[in-house]
C-alpha cells in the first residue's frame, strides 16, 4: 500500500515558481505528476524512475519544470518555474508499482490534488 500526501500549491503571477511535493512510504517503480484543467482529461507533466532516478517530461513543461526525488525521505518533488496562466490545474501525484508509463491509467496510487494558479 502507498499513501501519498502532496504540498505546495498554491497562487503565483506568470514568470513565478513553485514546488510541489509529495511524500509517500511504500514499494514503488515509479513515480508520475499529472495535471487536470477545468473541462480537460488529466495529463502527464513529468515523471520519474524512483530507483534509478530517468526522468521524463511532457513537452510542454520541458525546460521549466523538474522532477526529482529524495530517497530517503521517500518523496518527490516537481520544481515548476516561469509559470504561464495554461499551467495552471490541479495537480496530482502518483504512484506506479510495475513500470513507468504516462497513461494515467497505469498508475496504482494517486494523491489528493493540489491546486495550482497562475495570474497573468
Known amino acids: 500500500q502507498v499513501q501519498l500526501v502532496e504540498s505546495g500549491g498554491g497562487l503565483v503571477q506568470a514568470g513565478g515558481s513553485l514546488r510541489l511535493s509529495c511524500a509517500g512510504s511504500g514499494r514503488k517503480y515509479a513515480m508520475g505528476w499529472f495535471r487536470q484543467a477545468p473541462g480537460k482529461e488529466r495529463e502527464f507533466v513529468a515523471g520519474?524512475?524512483?530507483?534509478?532516478?530517468?526522468?521524463y517530461y511532457t513537452d510542454s513543461v520541458k525546460g521549466r519544470f523538474t522532477i526529482s526525488r529524495d530517497i530517503a525521505k521517500n518523496t518527490f518533488y516537481l520544481q515548476m518555474n516561469s509559470l504561464k496562466p495554461e499551467d495552471t490545474a490541479v495537480y496530482y501525484c502518483?504512484?506506479?508499482?510495475?513500470?513507468?508509463?504516462?497513461?494515467?491509467?497505469?498508475?496504482?496510487?494517486w494523491g489528493q490534488g493540489t491546486q495550482v494558479t497562475v495570474s497573468s
Open positions: 520519474i524512475i524512483w530507483s534509478g532516478g530517468s526522468t
Open positions: 502518483a504512484a506506479s508499482l510495475n513500470r513507468f508509463r504516462m497513461s494515467p491509467t497505469e498508475y496504482d496510487y
